[in-house]
């Protein structure tokens, strides 16, 4: 299928409704990634080249940056996002610690947010966990590591998209810790 | 061949990184978490952290390095040299996975990491090694019947082989026993196999290593000789080619006799023989095979104008090597200082930290191969190797002077730097007139450490870096 540029539109609109900080899409043949600007430490210090790429003249105030790589092809199309405030301010220079427990990757892997393809996530967001509750799954080499929540609480936002190669040590999750 | 992850860090995982531009393909760069920021993850097309500062969970962790070069849609692999260069198991699950490993195959990585074999093979094809035992010894009566035949002192050392482990000089007779069971405790403990073999212990010998080339389809090149006689404990310390000691003749001999064990073991890609050379007779001995790039692979680009990490990347994607032994041309001479951030008059202890300026010499015949920019950061996870000056000039003398020129032109604060210690070397009149053997610049330029040194035993050839630590081979 394709994707037209008032689709990309309609995703930024989603996403800036959101509190996500990066977005990993898959349709068909298209592979797109969303990264919002100034996002946490943790991805921000390891942009992605396609970020990189597409970053904006200075001094212009956008959103957030969004890049197509149609299979197989090395340069992506980008698509500069509306300069509309994406968030409040204080929300995305948070950081991300303030906000609550951070569920970090392990290990380099794919991430899984489900025991297996069709399976229901372990958690969405505003899911109550346990400390040992498994709440994502790392996958290297065909072997499967579970990722337990860390803190008994809520889980505020999942940071990763399924299915996306992870790095050691980026955010998966933040789980607000419950008293 | 599109997209290559640099499996390294430091000045190699740059230089492999230019080259893969250099001929159009991206690049995925691999890091530790001290490492953020750093100039390799910099200048690759991505990024990727595998692991925290033990190289063990980052650099030399298969899995997560496989994972990210397939995450990335990589259809290679270079590993640089040190961590898992030489790892014939990493070779084989890069393939396993459909990924080129840009390096010989696992079976002559193998073959050649196995010390004993890599001395039967190349014995095999004519290559003169050193006098020494035929196969494993499993007993001191037994190696007193070697002692007997080729005499004292001898070189004790394990199968296994490298870093020194596993190896003793044994200089007479009343020795043996003792030292046999510790070096076979040793290497047991270190390689988890106890196999000795034993050699005659050269000394005033210089180290000489021929570089080679080979395709996918055997055809192969040699591109003549480093000479790394000047060395620390083991370690090169400063490189050059031609070597003063070789002459047109004899550099055809060990020419000859490097492409011989090439084509034996089917080899493909960039690989060094090292031999040991006397100087007074032209007599050389194989001592192994390095299957990787060398951090010395400047010496010969620089002298003969041959990329050879770009021909490694071709020979990988299967083109042919295109050129010829008669097209390979040594033009005036070369010299490599590896600037180590160690305190030289400190016992070379380490000098880890901020490099808050730094500038480096350049001009013409002047090359600085380092992923140090101001500001750098100097981890004490990983060797000390901050940049490789190499010089060029019509011939010896006059590299010698441009070295000594272009080490006034560094500007280094907060690290301490071997560049001092280059200097002496370079102005040495036993250096400057060619006459220094693998012990020279202990015995001459740091006595001090001779009686306390850890290793004092060991035998000067082997020049092997700490592989868990991944250092500059």
């Given at each position: 299928?394709?994707?037209?540029?008032?689709?990309?539109?309609?995703?930024?609109?989603?996403?800036?409704?959101?509190?996500?900080?990066?977005?990993?899409?898959?349709?068909?043949?298209?592979?797109?990634?969303?990264?919002?600007?100034?996002?946490?430490?943790?991805?921000?210090?390891?942009?992605?080249?396609?970020?990189?790429?597409?970053?904006?003249?200075?001094?212009?105030?956008?959103?957030?940056?969004?890049?197509?790589?149609p299979?197989g092809?090395?340069?992506?199309?980008?698509?500069?996002?509306?300069?509309?405030?994406?968030?409040?301010?204080?929300?995305?220079?948070?950081?991300?610690?303030?906000?609550?427990?951070?569920?970090k990757?392990?290990?380099?892997?794919?991430?899984?947010?489900?025991?297996?393809?069709?399976?229901?996530?372990?958690?969405?967001?505003?899911?109550?966990?346990?400390?040992?509750?498994?709440?994502?799954i790392?996958?290297?080499?065909?072997?499967?590591?579970?990722i337990?929540?860390?803190c008994?609480?809520?889980?505020?936002?999942?940071?990763?998209?399924?299915?996306?190669?992870?790095?050691?040590?980026?955010?998966?999750?933040?789980?607000?810790?419950?008293? | 061949?599109?997209?290559?992850?640099?499996?390294?860090?430091?000045?190699?995982?740059?230089?492999?990184?230019?080259?893969?531009?250099?001929?159009?393909?991206?690049?995925?760069?691999?890091?530790?978490?001290?490492?953020?920021?750093?100039?390799?993850?910099?200048?690759?097309?991505?990024?990727?952290?595998?692991?925290p500062?033990?190289?063990?969970?980052?650099?030399?962790?298969?899995?997560?390095?496989?994972?990210?070069?397939?995450?990335?849609?990589?259809?290679?692999?270079?590993?640089?040299?040190?961590?898992?260069?030489?790892?014939?198991a990493?070779?084989?699950?890069?393939?396993?996975?459909?990924?080129?490993?840009?390096?010989?195959?696992?079976?002559?990585?193998?073959?050649?990491?196995?010390?004993?074999?890599?001395?039967?093979?190349?014995?095999?094809?004519?290559?003169?090694?050193?006098?020494?035992?035929?196969?494993?010894?499993?007993?001191?009566?037994?190696?007193?019947?070697?002692?007997?035949?080729?005499?004292?002192?001898?070189l004790?050392?394990?199968?296994?082989?490298?870093?020194?482990?596993g190896?003793?000089?044994?200089?007479?007779r009343?020795?043996?026993?003792?030292?046999?069971?510790?070096?076979?405790?040793?290497?047991?403990?270190?390689?988890?196999?106890?196999?000795?073999?034993?050699?005659?212990?050269?000394?005033?010998?210089?180290?000489?290593?021929?570089?080679?080339?080979?395709?996918?389809?055997?055809?192969?090149?040699?591109?003549?000789?480093?000479?790394c006689?000047?060395?620390?404990?083991?370690?090169?310390?400063?490189?050059?080619?031609?070597?003063?000691?070789?002459?047109?003749?004899?550099?055809?001999?060990?020419?000859e006799?490097?492409?011989?064990?090439?084509?034996?073991?089917?080899?493909?890609?960039?690989g060094?023989?090292?031999?040991?050379?006397?100087?007074e007779?032209?007599?050389?001995?194989?001592?192994?095979?390095?299957?990787?790039?060398?951090?010395?692979?400047?010496?010969?680009?620089?002298?003969?104008?041959?990329?050879?990490?770009a021909?490694?990347?071709?020979?990988?994607?299967?083109?042919?090597?295109?050129?010829?032994?008669?097209?390979?041309?040594?033009?005036?001479?070369?010299?490599?200082?590896?600037?180590?951030?160690?305190?030289?008059?400190?016992?070379?202890?380490?000098?880890?930290?901020?490099?808050?300026?730094?500038?480096?010499?350049?001009?013409?015949?002047?090359?600085?191969?380092?992923?140090?920019?101001?500001?750098?950061t100097?981890?004490?996870?990983?060797?000390?190797?901050?940049?490789?000056?190499?010089?060029?000039?019509?011939?010896?003398?006059?590299?010698?002077?441009?070295?000594?020129?272009?080490?006034?032109?560094?500007r280094?604060?907060?690290?301490?730097?071997?560049?001092?210690?280059?200097?002496?070397?370079?102005?040495?009149?036993?250096?400057?007139?060619?006459?220094?053997?693998?012990?020279?610049?202990?015995?001459?330029?740091?006595?001090?450490?001779?009686?306390?040194?850890?290793?004092?035993?060991?035998?000067?050839?082997?020049?092997?870096?700490?592989?868990?630590?991944?250092?500059?081979?």
């Amino acid at each position: 299928m394709d994707l037209s540029y008032e689709d990309v539109r309609e995703i930024l609109r989603i996403i800036d409704g959101s509190s996500l900080e990066e977005l990993h899409l898959e349709i068909g043949e298209f592979r797109l990634t969303v990264r919002r600007k100034g996002a946490g430490a943790s991805s921000a210090a390891t942009p992605a080249p396609e970020a990189r790429r597409a970053a904006p003249p200075e001094g212009e105030v956008s959103g957030a940056e969004v890049s197509v790589w149609p299979e197989g092809g090395p340069e992506p199309v980008v698509v500069q996002a509306a300069k509309q405030p994406a968030v409040p301010a204080s929300a995305a220079a948070r950081p991300l610690r303030q906000r609550g427990h951070e569920v970090k990757a392990p290990m380099v892997g794919t991430f899984y947010r489900a025991s297996a393809p069709g399976a229901p996530p372990f958690v969405e967001v505003g899911s109550s966990v346990g400390e040992d509750d498994t709440v994502c799954i790392i996958e290297v080499m065909k072997l499967m590591h579970s990722i337990k929540a860390g803190c008994r609480g809520r889980v505020a936002e999942i940071c990763a998209e399924n299915g996306a190669l992870v790095e050691f040590g980026q955010s998966l999750m933040v789980i607000e810790p419950l008293p | 061949m599109k997209r290559v992850l640099v499996a390294n860090r430091g000045e190699i995982a740059v230089r492999v990184i230019r080259a893969c531009r250099a001929l159009g393909l991206e690049s995925v760069a691999v890091y530790s978490e001290p490492d953020r920021g750093a100039l390799h993850t910099e200048l690759a097309d991505r990024a990727i952290c595998v692991g925290p500062a033990r190289s063990a969970e980052s650099y030399l962790n298969m899995p997560a390095i496989l994972t990210a070069a397939l995450g990335t849609g990589c259809d290679a692999v270079h590993p640089g040299y040190g961590f898992l260069a030489e790892n014939p198991a990493f070779a084989e699950a890069c393939a396993e996975h459909g990924l080129r490993f840009v390096g010989p195959p696992a079976h002559a990585i193998r073959l050649m990491g196995d010390k004993l074999r890599a001395r039967e093979i190349a014995a095999k094809v004519g290559v003169p090694v050193v006098p020494g035992s035929d196969g494993p010894l499993a007993s001191p009566a037994q190696v007193e019947r070697v002692a007997a035949r080729i005499g004292y002192p001898l070189l004790l050392k394990a199968a296994a082989g490298g870093g020194g482990r596993g190896m003793r000089v044994i200089r007479s007779r009343s020795q043996l026993a003792e030292w046999f069971l510790a070096a076979s405790a040793e290497a047991q403990a270190a390689f988890g196999d106890a196999t000795l073999y034993a050699e005659r212990f050269l000394e005033g010998v210089r180290h000489v290593e021929v570089q080679i080339l080979a395709d996918h389809a055997g055809d192969c090149v040699h591109l003549g000789e480093r000479d790394c006689s000047a060395q620390r404990r083991h370690q090169k310390v400063l490189e050059e080619a031609p070597s003063p000691a070789v002459t047109p003749a004899l550099r055809t001999q060990m020419g000859e006799a490097a492409l011989a064990l090439t084509r034996e073991i089917g080899y493909e890609s960039a690989g060094t023989i090292e031999f040991v050379l006397e100087p007074e007779t032209g007599r050389f001995y194989f001592i192994e095979m390095n299957t990787r790039i060398q951090v010395e692979h400047p010496v010969t680009e620089m002298l003969t104008g041959v990329d050879l990490v770009a021909a490694q990347l071709r020979i990988a994607a299967r083109e042919p090597l295109g050129l010829s032994q008669t097209e390979i041309r040594l033009r005036g001479h070369a010299l490599e200082c590896r600037i180590n951030a160690e305190a030289p008059d400190e016992g070379f202890r380490p000098s880890p930290g901020v490099v808050r300026e730094w500038a480096a010499p350049a001009g013409e015949g002047i090359r600085v191969d380092t992923h140090i920019v101001p500001g750098a950061t100097v981890p004490p996870f990983y060797d000390s190797l901050l940049a490789k000056l190499i010089v060029h000039a019509a011939d010896r003398a006059a590299a010698i002077e441009l070295g000594r020129r272009a080490l006034g032109g560094f500007r280094v604060e907060g690290v301490e730097t071997t560049i001092p210690f280059h200097v002496r070397i370079l102005e040495h009149p036993e250096f400057v007139g060619g006459r220094i053997h693998t012990r020279w610049v202990e015995d001459e330029l740091i006595p001090s450490e001779g009686g306390s040194a850890p290793l004092p035993n060991l035998p000067p050839e082997i020049a092997r870096a700490k592989p868990a630590l991944g250092g500059p081979r």
